[in-house]
């Protein structure tokens, strides 16, 4: 890397210090929440607050684990995973799928549908959340995986990427391989797909961390302490009225509820970037 | 192995005709140029031998079979396009070997139907690189191996040299023919460009806006032009167009009519001792060939292909043209040869 930026004296001082200090701003109330994990109750209410990590993460992190609060945290990043798995690999076969049909096959209503699908991308899972609930329930699907993954599966958003990259894709390719006599589904695993890989790539963190995250559905939909998803996990571990809580374990589930998207990014990008290395053009 | 034969092909698109009705007979391995300007319909008419657009009227025969509703891999062609059109993510093998693959030819069989590909079109140092790591040359090449491979019955070509550079296409032009006469394939080849034309094919088939105007040999077609199109399309510079009579004895021509006359078929004389007289305006001198532009004495603006070894007359000079008479073609107002 080096060579890659020319030296410039104070410029390279100060464009660190800016650096540094926007990462401690970000990082900061992430060390906090990590200290606040590693000690006892005690110590972290009484002031001031420790800045330093104490002995007890072991203690801390392993009892949110087993025990937690309303369930044990294994499960639910257990069903954390179910679900943002469920939802980032159902989305991109979903809008693979139909973005595939939409350029690539000639049907009546064929521009009615894309605009249809198109539309729904100003609609955000709030706005028809009660419509929603209500489908899901009268299914008797609350409770379920199915319900948690099935209402925020379609994606306007995966389907008008790739839309856009299948369209990009030269005519001759489609026709080269219709004279070598591949059909359409042959075509699109053998072709489209790998040539959509680093797309996939980057759908896949974006969309891991969006599934990763929810937490207005699964607070609604999930009655059975069994079924909570760690994000909305934490809120239910809050103290409501005059209980008490552990506030150690509370930042450990946090800290561990961070940990997934972070393995995510950081497993991808290596895919990511040598997708984009290899990528034609 | 195959001969195709068109017969009164109609293309529409929605209710505009862009092929008018083709009619044409391509022999057993004979190697056929479509050649005509842009958007005159050549493209159009091999993608529907191909398969690769439906045919709104006619029949296509490929050997014995009516092929017009089958799909483009059972018709048994195989065809090079413009971009070459591989597949980015495969290696150089995987290329050539995709349509066996498909076609579930034994391992075996394609492993030694692509080496030997390899080996003719001097691949074999490539077979595992991918075609981004090619040069446009190498990949025509590959893109070629990919039709040899499935050793079809018809080779066909669409403009596959227009985006080499011009040494390279000279060269390609050569392998592709040597290649061709060597398989034996019936070929059908789309070309804008009529050097390609005159120099790949047995026969060519000149279109103008959607139909056939000239079907022929190559130097048939260049020294009887049936038409004005074809004789100012075929042969660079194109025949000059006179529309002043210049052969003693005969009336002006009718209002519309024209003369044509190869530029090579003029001579230079002094003024006064040839046919008709001309100013000269200028001189591209290209080596080989010197062409002379200058306007006759009637107004006509008139090119002449002397030797390259000839003294270059001075721009603005009087000259005279001698022109064998035996040469000069007359068309009649609607383009079409005619007898006077």
């Not at chain 1, 589930?253 to 990014?265: S, Y």
């Not at chain 2, 390899?118 to 991918?130: G, N, S, V």
């Not at chain 2, 292909?305 to 040469?327: C, E, K, N, S, W």
Request: with cysteine; aromatic share 8%; net charge negative.
């Amino acid at each position: 890397m080096s060579g890659m930026v020319e030296k410039r004296g104070y410029g390279t001082w100060l464009t660190h210090a800016a650096l540094i200090v926007g990462i401690a701003v970000i990082c900061f109330p992430i060390w906090i929440a990590f200290v606040a994990s590693t000690v006892t109750q005690e110590e972290l209410i009484r002031p001031p607050m420790p800045l330093l990590p104490g002995p007890h993460f072991f203690d801390n992190y392993l009892e949110a684990l087993l025990t937690g609060g309303v369930a044990p945290v294994w499960q639910m990043l257990l069903n954390s995973l179910v679900m943002a798995l469920g939802i980032t690999i159902g989305k991109i076969i979903i809008s693979l799928l139909s973005a595939y049909a939409i350029v690539y096959f000639k049907f009546r209503f064929r521009m009615l549908f894309f605009w249809l699908i198109f539309m729904t991308l100003m609609l955000p899972v709030e706005v028809r959340i009660v419509p929603t609930y209500e489908v899901v329930a009268s299914l008797g699907l609350l409770n379920s995986y199915t319900g948690l993954i099935l209402p925020l599966i379609a994606s306007a958003t995966a389907t008008f990427l790739f839309r856009q990259l299948f369209m990009t894709i030269p005519d001759e390719l489609t026709e080269a391989a219709r004279v070598d006599g591949a059909g359409p589904v042959r075509f699109f695993i053998d072709i489209l797909l790998p040539m959509s890989r680093t797309n996939i790539a980057a759908l896949f963190v974006i969309l891991f961390i969006y599934g990763w995250n929810q937490y207005l559905w699964p607070l609604l939909i999930t009655t059975d302490p069994s079924m909570n998803t760690v994000i909305m996990g934490i809120k239910q571990m809050l103290p409501t009225g005059d209980q008490t809580v552990e506030w150690p374990v509370i930042m450990a589930t946090a800290m561990l509820a961070m940990l997934p998207p972070v393995l995510v990014v950081v497993g991808m990008q290596k895919l990511f970037v040598k997708g984009l290395v290899e990528s034609e053009k | 192995m195959a001969e195709i034969r068109l017969e009164a092909i109609k293309k529409n698109y929605g209710r505009t005709e862009v092929i008018h009705g083709i009619d044409a007979e391509i022999s057993d391995g004979e190697f056929i140029v479509i050649v005509g300007p842009s958007g005159c319909g050549k493209s159009t008419l091999l993608r529907m031998v191909a398969g690769l657009e439906t045919i709104t009227s006619g029949d296509i025969r490929i050997g014995d079979r009516i092929v017009n509703d089958l799909e483009p891999r059972e018709r048994d062609i195989a065809m090079v396009f413009q971009n070459y059109a591989l597949y980015p993510h495969m290696s150089v093998f995987d290329n050539m070997a995709y349509g066996l693959k498909i076609a579930k030819v034994p391992k075996a069989e394609i492993d030694s139907r692509v080496q030997e590909a390899a080996r003719m079109l001097e691949l074999e140092p490539y077979l595992d690189r991918k075609p981004r790591q090619l040069s446009g040359g190498q990949r025509q090449r590959v893109a070629m191996g990919r039709a040899i491979v499935r050793k079809p019955a018809v080779f066909l070509f669409d403009e596959p040299l227009s985006n080499l550079d011009a040494k390279l296409r000279v060269q390609m032009r050569l392998e592709i023919k040597a290649l061709q006469r060597k398989l034996g394939v019936t070929a059908m080849y789309v070309t804008h460009d009529q050097v390609e034309a005159m120099t790949l094919a047995d026969r060519m088939i000149v279109m103008n806006a959607g139909v056939a105007e000239q079907v022929g040999a190559p130097l048939d077609v260049y020294a009887n032009p049936a038409s004005l199109f074809v004789a100012g399309f075929i042969g660079s510079p194109p025949m000059n167009v006179l529309s002043h009579e210049i052969r003693p004895g005969r009336e002006e021509l009718d209002p519309g009519a024209v003369i044509g006359i190869r530029p090579e078929h003029i001579d230079l004389v002094a003024p006064g001792a040839g046919l008709i007289d001309f100013d000269v305006a200028f001189c591209e001198p290209l080596g080989a060939e010197t062409l002379v532009h200058g306007v006759t004495a009637a107004g006509d603006k008139l090119v002449v292909r002397i030797d390259g070894a000839d003294t270059l007359p001075a721009d603005g000079v009087p000259m005279g043209l001698a022109i064998d008479q035996a040469h000069i073609l007359a068309f009649d107002a609607s383009g079409r040869r005619s007898e006077v």
